[in-house]
């Protein structure tokens, strides 16, 4: 195997008809190691020591290696002063992964603690993959564009979707990519639009409490590696992530994926050297004044320093990838105001490095979504870029409030069923620019929310001191599993008044997995590391999961489908679209009479759009006694009730294409109920 120079163009490894070229950013390192590993379990590889006259430019360490096919398993082993900085961390026996490395691979001897301990890791540690991107037969690939007004989002875990055994999927493919691509027509019957799917990123699932595996993925160990657990074959995790990608796409489904750029599973201070700490510890890290610690702002161990231009180019080159040679349409960027911290771990109002991202010609059709405060201090950044779309936590509090029953909060619904235009973070005005949920991964799932009291996180072994104390939950009158059937009914029906809340509400509404089958985590908030049917997808359910499905399956329907307007080329406006210039309207149980008393538990909303002529009438009572409500003149024809959670099924909803049942001047609205009328003349 001829070894020569190499280059630094392109970072990682690339290989082309002769070999592969490698190229690594190590600006302080004296020695670097390229290790080439025969197979998964080696203990000996062969050892390529790179000449710092022949092999290094400026910052930069490369080699080429003749006649290396792709598959080649390799790892960089770095050494450097042990002071230039008193956070220096290099460590001549640990075998680092590659920060571009495209596949990672743990294998069955991967051993996490090895990387934290003294002495070498070559029994146990984790390797890079040389991958070749050209072959893939993209098919014609083309990405649906859903605009974010028209999109449902559906957040699922690519591992817990289909490894449930009750999934029907076979068992080589449960967990997988593969997998998902079987559910796909279930996710097309519910009528969702858009998937973001949980990390994807490779992250190490030993990074856990002990006992335990780390489930959701939030502490990558790669940013351009798909998780290899979830491929169904060995080497195959690119191939079969493009799979799932082009899958969805033929369905007109996108993908969003949640990235994590803020930290990494190399921990505190005491964890392993994985990757980028071995290589340039201070310049991935944000680090104490000191330098000697890391910082956690992120409340994992670590904040990486994304300030530094060279971790900077490393996110944005993460995204591009992602985006052009994954397929994927858009990102929620985890704690993404933690990008905007600076070197001395201060939160600046413009973003050098969140305004390349906005403004990137390369990512200028992806959806970029931000999960905007910062864990330790709940600090709401300034993410006020045109593009940027914001998780939009205040909703999930505003909504569980009053539909829960608590005093002063029907203000606050109805500034985020209006589109929460009064946020501070707003400086656009657009009522598609926030991203509504009622539940996600982080919390309660909805079932969950309207059983529990409190967070029951005992199986985690943290003695229940994670994850979030105030839920704004309600269990009801019975924590937990009931048989009571009056506490169950109305249960169900507070599940039904929360989606509906969320789906007939301005901007882009996001469903947790499993919420519209009643999914239950028995109370555990926080199932990061429960890897285990407690957080997968059931897919075998009882009548009142059946029941909430096909409710939320029609709601879903009315919201893309029903109401349409006129057609202006090729362009159908959705009485989303229309509704931003209709006239809004708040009324009480008397028209045009609202009640904003903080012991008030009712409220009702119209919007009326002339062009064309269109109305609806929607009425919140969270309150424990009916009330009859006074409609509003309607346009001619009448009002029509397309829901009733007061109802029994099937009434509770109109399935769509039906006739509406008509209704008069006067409807009597169940306590704990919503109501949904429209007229169309």
């Known amino acids: 195997m001829r070894r020569l120079a190499g280059h630094c163009r392109e970072l990682g490894a690339t290989p082309d008809a002769g070999g592969v070229n490698f190229a690594l950013w190590a600006r302080l390192a004296t020695r670097v190691e390229l290790l080439l590993f025969a197979t998964p379990g080696d203990c ?67 051993d996490r603690q090895a990387a934290a301990r003294p002495g070498d890791n070559l029994s146990g540690c984790a390797k890079s993959v040389v991958i070749d991107l050209n072959h893939y037969d993209w098919e014609d690939d083309c990405p649906p564009r859903h605009p974010l007004s028209r999109a449902i989002i559906y957040e699922l875990h690519v591992g817990g979707f289909t490894r449930h055994t009750s999934s029907g999927v076979a068992p080589p493919l449960r967990g997988s990519y593969l997998g998902l691509i079987e559910k796909i027509p279930y996710l097309q019957q519910l009528g969702i639009t858009t998937v973001q799917l949980l990390p994807v990123f490779q992250f190490d699932p030993q990074d856990a409490p002990a006992g335990k595996r780390n489930y959701w993925g939030y502490n990558p160990i790669s940013f351009f590696a798909p998780h290899d657990g979830y491929a169904s074959h060995p080497h195959r995790a690119v191939d079969e992530f493009r799979d799932m990608v082009k899958a969805l796409h033929r369905a007109h489904i996108a993908v969003i994926l949640d990235v994590v750029y803020t930290h990494s599973a190399e921990g505190d201070n005491a964890g392993p050297s994985l990757c980028f700490r071995g290589i340039d510890n201070d310049a991935y890290y944000l680090l104490t004044a000191d330098g000697r610690s890391n910082t956690d702002y992120s409340g994992c161990g670590n904040t990486l320093k994304a300030s530094h231009p060279v971790t900077g180019r490393l996110i944005l080159d993460s995204l591009r990838y992602w985006h052009q040679q994954m397929h994927v349409d858009g990102f929620r960027l985890d704690l993404a105001a933690m990008l905007a911290l600076d070197e001395q771990g201060q939160l600046q109002p413009r973003s050098a490095l969140l305004n390349a991202i906005d403004t990137d010609p390369m990512l200028a059709d992806c959806t970029l979504i931000a999960e905007a405060w910062l864990t330790e201090e709940q600090q709401q950044a300034s993410l006020t870029a045109g593009r940027w779309r914001v998780w939009n936590s205040n909703f999930r509090d505003d909504v569980r409030r009053f539909i829960k029953g608590d005093p002063h909060s029907s203000r606050a619904l109805a500034w985020q069923m209006l589109g929460n235009p009064d946020h501070p973070a707003d400086q656009t005005g657009r009522l598609d620019k926030y991203i509504n949920f009622v539940t996600s991964h982080d919390g309660f799932t909805l079932w ?14 943290e003695q229940n001191r994670d994850g979030q104390t105030e839920n704004f939950s309600w269990n009801h009158g019975q924590e937990g599993d009931s048989d009571d059937p009056a506490i169950l009914a109305l249960r169900l029906r507070q599940s039904k008044n929360l989606s509906s809340a969320l789906l007939l509400a301005f901007g882009t509404p996001m469903l947790l997995m499993g919420d519209e089958v009643l999914r239950s985590q028995q109370g555990n908030n926080n199932g990061y590391c429960q890897d285990n049917p407690l957080s997968w997808m059931p897919w075998e359910w009882e009548a009142p999961a059946r029941e909430m499905q096909r409710f939320v399956q029609e709601l879903i329907r009315y919201r893309r489908q029903l109401f349409r307007g006129h057609q202006a080329g090729d362009q159908l406006n959705t009485l989303h679209e229309l509704l931003q210039q209709a006239d809004i309207g708040w009324h009480g149980v008397e028209a045009h009479s609202p009640d904003w008393r903080s012991a008030s538990h009712s409220l009702a909303f119209s919007a009326r759009s002339r062009d064309p002529a269109l109305a609806c009438y929607l009425i919140f009572n969270a309150g424990w006694e009916p009330l009859l409500f006074n409609l509003p003149l309607p346009l001619d024809g009448g009002w029509q009730r397309v829901l009733d959670t007061g109802l029994p099924a099937p009434d509770d909803i109109v399935p769509q294409g039906e006739p509406l049942p008509k209704v008069g001047d006067q409807y009597r609205v169940e306590a704990r109920s919503v109501c949904l009328f429209i007229c169309q003349p």
């Open 448 to 461: 969950d929310l309207v059983s529990y009291n409190q967070k029951h996180n005992q199986l985690n072994g």
């Open 44 to 110: 000996q590889p062969e050892i390529i020591t790179l000449h710092p006259q022949r092999n290094r430019t400026a910052y930069y360490w490369h080699i080429y290696l003749e006649g290396l096919p792709p598959g080649q398993l390799y790892g960089y082993r770095i050494d450097g002063p042990r002071r230039p900085a008193p956070g220096s961390r290099f460590d001549a026996n640990k075998v680092l992964l590659d920060p571009y490395g495209r596949q990672v691979l743990l294998g069955p001897d991967y």
